[in-house]
């Protein structure tokens, strides 16, 4: 089992950044992809950015391309989101995921951590 916990969401002006910290315990010891997505009331939950378990292969969604970047830290078991000129659309409940490599499903998900977009 893998716990995660978001951080880092807030309320922010369009053009500003924020950047999101997801936090993993428990069996982190397993060689794990992680990912954002995010959701908005009324709306299916969107993949936003990923990254394998060493860091070399990230993708990200067309819309955040260039302005959003995904890292990982495995030494303090922490995902991040660093989000750069950010637009109302962004605004959303941003999820931190995980899943072993060889599986096409996350197993594990984090409660999510709120952003906001004002314009």
């Known amino acids: 089992q893998v716990q995660l916990v978001e951080s880092g969401g807030g309320l922010v002006q369009a053009g500003g950044s924020l950047r999101l910290s997801c936090a993993a315990s428990g069996r982190t010891d397993s060689i794990y992809r992680m990912g954002w997505f995010r959701q908005v009331p009324g709306k299916e939950r969107e993949f936003v950015a990923s990254?394998?378990?060493?860091?070399?292969?990230?993708l990200y969604a067309d819309s955040v391309k260039g302005r959003f970047t995904i890292s990982r830290d495995n030494a303090k078991n922490t995902l991040y989101l660093q989000m750069n000129s950010l637009k109302p659309e962004d605004t959303a409940l941003y999820y931190c995921?995980?899943?072993?490599?060889?599986?096409?499903?996350?197993?594990?998900w984090g409660q999510g951590t709120q952003v906001t977009v004002s314009s």
């Open positions: 990254i394998n378990w060493n860091g070399r292969t990230t």
């Open positions: 995921a995980a899943r072993p490599e060889y599986r096409a499903d996350y197993d594990y």
